[in-house]
T-cell receptor, first 110, second 115 residues
Framework: GDSVTQMEGPVTLSEEAFLTINCTYTATGYPSLFWYVQYPGEGLQLLLKATKADDKGSNKGFEATYRKETTSFHLEKGSVQVSDSAVYFCALFDTGKLIFGQGTTLQVKP | EAGVAQSPRYKIIEKRQSVAFWCNPISGHATLYWYQQILGQGPKLLIQFQNNGVVDDSQLPKDRFSAERLKGVDSTLKIQPAKLEDSAVYLC?????????????FGNGTRLTVT
């Protein structure tokens, strides 16, 4: 069945460092891909999405490109801030279901 | 617009007791989802409603979990009897429709601890 695999966390970075969180997926169809973020004490929020191959989703300085050839959707940000500390979830939507990866915790230190 | 409302925010019960969670989706959203998020894992879909009908409950442990969405608006999720492994955050989400261009909006969840 469909599945999403993310890199293990926690990821600890200094402020202004470059961020990459890896995400790969397995799907039988042509899914849409998403990154959700969960800030401490808050609900899940949609960060960005891409609906077809080679699409790039972007929001708040974060970017991810839908790579069909490598079945990947890696999240990147050029310069992280302390306020980016959160848990990040990669997800795919296929056949009416939204399926999540296990989440990656990001800690940004000043 | 008001977001997805869930209550209670926290619940602590003993094993074999019963518990119920309530969700009020965003007004006009036809699709409603219940997810279970165990600590350190991603959310797992338990059940999906389209209006007041069940679309997918393939991962709902039906021997102890039940859910309903009477009148196609609010929804309740019940566990009876609870087990230790049911300790998790239960998330409700809603979307305007089922398609992949209709983003899910999540509530803040109910954190259940079973002792």
């Amino acid at each position: 069945g469909d599945s999403v695999t993310q890199m293990e966390g926690p990821v600890t970075l200094s402020e202004e460092a470059f961020l990459t969180i890896n995400c790969t997926y397995t799907a039988t169809g042509y899914p849409s891909l998403f990154w959700y973020v969960q800030y401490p004490g808050e609900g899940l929020q949609l960060l960005l999405k891409a609906t077809k191959a080679d699409d790039k989703g972007s929001n708040k300085g974060f970017e991810a490109t839908y790579r069909k050839e490598t079945t990947s959707f890696h999240l990147e940000k050029g310069s992280v801030q302390v306020s980016d500390s959160a848990v990040y979830f990669c997800a795919l939507f296929d056949t009416g279901k939204l399926i999540f990866g296990q989440g990656t915790t990001l800690q940004v230190k000043p | 617009e008001a977001g997805v409302a869930q209550s209670p925010r926290y619940k602590i019960i003993e094993k074999r007791q019963s518990v119920a969670f309530w969700c009020n989706p965003i007004s006009g959203h036809a699709t409603l989802y219940w997810y279970q998020q165990i600590l350190g894992q991603g959310p797992k879909l338990l059940i999906q409603f389209q209006n007041n009908g069940v679309v997918d409950d393939s991962q709902l442990p039906k021997d102890r979990f039940s859910a309903e969405r009477l009148k196609g608006v609010d929804s309740t999720l019940k566990i009876q009897p609870a087990k230790l492994e049911d300790s998790a955050v239960y998330l409700c989400a809603s979307s305007l429709e089922r398609g992949n261009n209709s983003p899910l909006h999540f509530g803040n969840g109910t954190r259940l601890t079973v002792t």
